[in-house]
């Protein structure tokens, strides 16, 4: 399965998509977001059902902040992505037998 995934028509640029099953405990699935897209190998195809759906963004804010090694700046970022598509999303994505595409097109406010 593979998608794109944006936040205010803007492609993530680097982020993470996260499947659980709704229905207690099942098979789980995560993939990195490059530049908007995400795939998930096809060899660890999701069961049909409904799946919560957590997408994280950390992006740079362009500050400098001193890092955990004295000395050292490291660049700041912060979630992009409101909590309600993370740890407390309220996304959901049905998945169908044979399903290879599920895009998100998320929104800040």
Same mark, same amino acid.
């Given at each position: 399965?593979?998608?794109?995934?944006?936040?205010?028509?803007?492609?993530?640029?680097?982020?993470?998509?996260?499947?659980?099953?709704?229905?207690?405990?099942?098979?789980?699935?995560?993939?990195?977001?490059?530049?908007?897209? $995400?795939?998930?190998?096809? +060899?660890?195809?999701?069961?049909?059902? &409904?799946?919560? !759906? %957590?997408?994280?963004?950390?992006?740079?804010?362009?500050?400098?902040?001193?890092?955990?090694?004295?000395?050292?700046?490291?660049?700041?970022?912060?979630?992009?992505?409101?909590?309600? $598509?993370?740890?407390?999303? +309220?996304?959901?994505?049905?998945?169908? &037998?044979?399903? !290879? %595409?599920?895009?998100?097109?998320?929104?800040?406010?």
């Amino acid at each position: 399965m593979h998608g794109i995934v944006t936040l205010d028509n803007e492609p993530v640029a680097s982020g993470s998509i996260v499947f659980l099953p709704t229905a207690g405990p099942g098979k789980k699935a995560a993939a990195a977001i490059e530049q908007g897209h $995400y795939s998930i190998p096809a +060899t660890y195809s999701l069961p049909p059902g &409904s799946y919560r !759906v %957590e997408i994280s963004w950390r992006k740079p804010t362009g500050r400098q902040i001193p890092s955990a090694d004295p000395g050292i700046m490291t660049d700041e970022t912060r979630e992009a992505v409101p909590i309600r $598509y993370n740890t407390e999303s +309220t996304l959901t994505a049905e998945i169908a &037998s044979g399903d !290879v %595409e599920k895009n998100f097109d998320l929104s800040s406010k």
